[in-house]
């Protein structure tokens, strides 16, 4: 059974925006205040610098995250995978 997309109006920042996606309403809401409150944490941090260079520091310190993460998930695996010296 396949998703249907939805559609979810979200305000990011001081802008409106569709989003259309599989995700969960739930989840849309729980990205939607993340994100807010990284903006305003970074607009707090550098408020000189402009609100398109602080959505690409949001969207960098993300995607750094992500990696991150990816490679705990990459030697999680690689652990689990791996065969015991023991057995």
């Not at 109006?9 to 807010?36: P, Y």
């Not at 750094?64 to 705990?72: A, N, R, T």
Request: aromatic fraction near 4%.
């Amino acid at each position: 059974m396949t998703e249907e997309k939805r559609r979810y109006r979200a305000k990011l920042g001081d802008r409106e925006f569709t989003i259309v996606g599989k995700s969960s309403v739930a989840h849309m809401e729980a990205v939607v205040k993340i994100l807010n409150e990284q903006l305003n944490q970074i607009e707090k941090l550098a408020p000189k610098l402009s609100k398109q260079d602080q959505a690409l520091l949001l969207a960098f310190n993300a995607i750094s995250d992500q990696l991150k993460k990816q490679v705990e998930l990459d030697t999680m695996l690689d652990e689990m995978t791996r065969p015991k010296d023991n057995e």
